[in-house]
């Protein structure tokens, strides 16, 4: 996964690589091969009809009454395909569409706390307004309140931009600090990495050494909370 991060620090904005972390042992690349040549993966129609109780025994012996030959073994076509959605309590399974997605938050004690419309987000990385690096706290505080659900790595493109990213890690390393990121004009939405996509709170983590830099987006979309206790009876 590769994308553009448009970054804003101390009055300063570039576009920037976005990636996931490298692997410590690269993964080896495999085909599978018979002897007439390599073998790839097809999405295909079965063929498979709607169960009938009439077919019987003696039908399955003479011929395929189960399966429409017409059909079986086709090619997917990816683009015309299209997702059904099914009641499962329907006693004759038919495609549904007056249906509405819903969000439903809980508390930190599991209990259901409200219902809304489901929202649908689209990537804010690379827009007009960059993401701007805002308030920061101690890295300890950070990892203790929040529950990071995916790390990437912050990269240079070129040698300004390699300069930028190594002053802000160098920043970030020597405060012991990481630093939060927010989207949109003024600076204040969470970070969504692709389309109809998860909205994180996202952090920036450095590290320099000899000259080089690490850079790190920690994503979180979990706030790490007690419950509250109720109060003893007096």
Same mark, same amino acid.
């Given at each position: 996964?590769?994308?553009?991060?448009?970054?804003?620090?101390?009055?300063?904005?570039?576009?920037?690589?976005?990636?996931?972390? #490298?692997?410590?042992?690269?993964?080896?690349?495999?085909?599978?091969?018979?002897?007439?040549?390599? !073998?790839?993966?097809?999405?295909?129609?079965?063929?498979?009809?709607? =169960?009938?109780?009439?077919?019987?025994?003696?039908?399955?012996? +003479?011929?395929?009454?189960?399966?429409?030959?017409?059909?079986?073994?086709?090619?997917?076509?990816?683009? =015309?395909?299209?997702?059904?959605?099914?009641?499962? =309590?329907?006693?004759?399974?038919?495609?549904?569409?007056?249906?509405?997605?819903?969000?439903? !938050?809980?508390?930190?004690?599991?209990?259901?706390?409200?219902?809304?419309?489901?929202?649908?987000?689209? #990537?804010?990385?690379? +827009?007009?307004?960059?993401?701007?690096?805002?308030?920061?706290?101690?890295?300890?505080?950070?990892?203790?309140?929040?529950?990071?659900?995916?790390? %990437?790595?912050?990269?240079?493109?070129?040698?300004?931009?390699?300069?930028?990213?190594?002053?802000?890690?160098?920043?970030?390393?020597?405060?012991?600090?990481?630093?939060?990121?927010?989207?949109?004009? &003024?600076?204040?939405?969470? %970070? !969504?990495?692709?389309?109809?996509?998860?909205?994180?709170?996202?952090?920036?983590?450095?590290?320099?050494?000899?000259?080089?830099? &690490?850079?790190?987006?920690?994503?979180?979309?979990?706030?790490?909370?007690?419950?509250?206790?109720?109060?003893?009876?007096?």
């Amino acid at each position: 996964m590769s994308m553009i991060l448009h970054l804003e620090h101390s009055a300063r904005s570039a576009r920037v690589a976005l990636h996931g972390l #490298p692997l410590e042992r690269p993964r080896q690349k495999t085909q599978n091969a018979t002897a007439v040549g390599p !073998v790839s993966t097809w999405r295909v129609v079965t063929g498979a009809r709607k =169960s009938d109780p009439s077919i019987g025994y003696d039908d399955l012996l +003479e011929g395929d009454p189960e399966i429409d030959l017409a059909l079986a073994g086709t090619e997917v076509d990816s683009d =015309s395909a299209t997702p059904a959605w099914f009641d499962p =309590s329907a006693a004759e399974p038919r495609p549904i569409g007056d249906f509405a997605d819903v969000d439903i !938050v809980y508390d930190a004690t599991g209990a259901e706390k409200t219902r809304r419309p489901h929202l649908v987000r689209r #990537p804010n990385l690379n +827009e007009l307004h960059p993401v701007k690096v805002g308030k920061r706290l101690p890295i300890a505080d950070a990892l203790t309140a929040f529950a990071f659900k995916q790390t %990437l790595q912050v990269a240079h493109t070129d040698g300004l931009t390699f300069e930028f990213l190594h002053d802000l890690a160098k920043d970030l390393a020597d405060k012991g600090e990481v630093a939060l990121l927010g989207a949109g004009p &003024k600076g204040n939405l969470p %970070l !969504v990495l692709r389309e109809h996509g998860t909205a994180y709170r996202a952090f920036l983590y450095g590290e320099v050494a000899e000259g080089r830099y &690490k850079l790190l987006l920690l994503l979180s979309d979990q706030e790490l909370k007690l419950p509250e206790t109720a109060g003893e009876d007096t």
